[in-house]
């Protein structure tokens, strides 16, 4: 009775909650160093915590056309609200674009190392996916997507771009995304790590029929756990993705959230610039030791190649010490490891766990 394909997808790999690191660990959960997952160690506003403490109205249901909500979203990045559509995370909204566009056996291009999600929401919905790797600079390859369009024709429907990119830190140049638009598919940036970068398209949306940017409330805003962020679409994409989404697919608690977020950004905006500046020691710190080769990043987190010795070693040996990091062992990010940009003391406490291991 179940689809057979999907019997054999292999479970995306998610983040392990801190509760479990603990008692993997061994230690207290306020011990754990989370810095696996490019969350905000900061967390988000004083006044979301206040805004959901207070509000009245969580007996009602949320409003399915998500009006004030896009009002807000709109006001931020300066576009009319009809361009703005909001999902549970932009993992939803990733879902939503390829069950719009796919019909089955259709061709996704994924510029791999990349996100997870493109391919593992590719194959749930039916498409196939197509790797274009990335250069040894981790730039997109333009003649490759090129090639691979080419070769699809109308079968290739759908290009994912994270800028920056995820797991590396790069961001896509525009001038390569707007070449990558002329070849009339639809062409996704996935901005989630935009506020740490500064360089987005997103103003470049209102013309064009087949661009798309999708960005994250989870990273810079300190709202991982209530799961928002939002899409920037040409006006009839996302009228399509308003009357095939779920109803109320953003709860009230979300909505509240960011817009108490979007009230106090000149805070936000501190915080933000606070990991700017710890990713910029990070680096230099990482790059102090002989067995790691860092690569620059415009994101919150950092991506090491381990030059000399196991990174699965390392992975596991600071476990055991509270210290958490995300590993990579793929044909493409080989013996590396992805370390998130926490509060100073977090990095003092890796880098003297990594000298004493090392």
Partial sequence: MMRGDLLGLKAYQPIIPPEVLSERAGVP????????????????????????????????????????????LAGYVGVDAAHIVAGAGSDELID??????L????????????FGMYPFCTEICGGKVIDVPRDKSYAIDIAGIKEAVGEKNEK?????????????GNITPQRDILELVKLGKVVVIDEAY???????????????????????FSKWAGLAGLRIGYGIFPTLIAEQLLKIKQPYN???????????????????????????????????????LKFLKPFPSQ?????????KGNARLIYEGLQKKGIFLRYFDTPLLSNSLRISVGRPEHTDALIEALKEMC
Wanted: proline share 8%; charged share 20%; hydrophobic share 40%.
């Fill in 250 to 288: 953003i709860n009230l608690a979300a909505q509240v959230a960011l817009q108490e977020s979007l009230a106090d950004i000149e805070y936000l905006q501190g915080t933000v610039q606070k990991i700017i500046s710890e990713r910029e020691r990070l680096f230099q710190r990482l790059g102090e």
């Fill in 299 to 307: 994101a919150n987190f950092i991506l090491c190649a381990v030059v």
């Fill in 194 to 216: 935009y506020e740490f970068s500064g360089t987005t398209v997103a103003p470049l949306v209102p013309e064009y029929e087949n661009l798309i940017v999708l960005r994250s």
């Fill in 96 to 101: 939503l674009i390829l069950r719009l566009f």
């Fill in 156 to 168: 290739t429907k759908i290009i994912f771009i994270a800028s920056p990119n995820n797991p590396t």
């Fill in 103 to 114: 019909e089955p056996g259709d061709g996704v291009i994924n510029c791999v190392p990349t």
């Fill in 29 to 72: 959960i306020e011990g754990v160093i989370k810095l696996d997952g490019n969350e905000n160690p900061y967390g988000c506003s004083p006044k979301v915590g206040r805004a959901l403490a207070g509000y009245p109205f969580y007996h009602i249901y949320p409003d399915p056309e998500q009006r004030e909500l896009r009002k807000a």
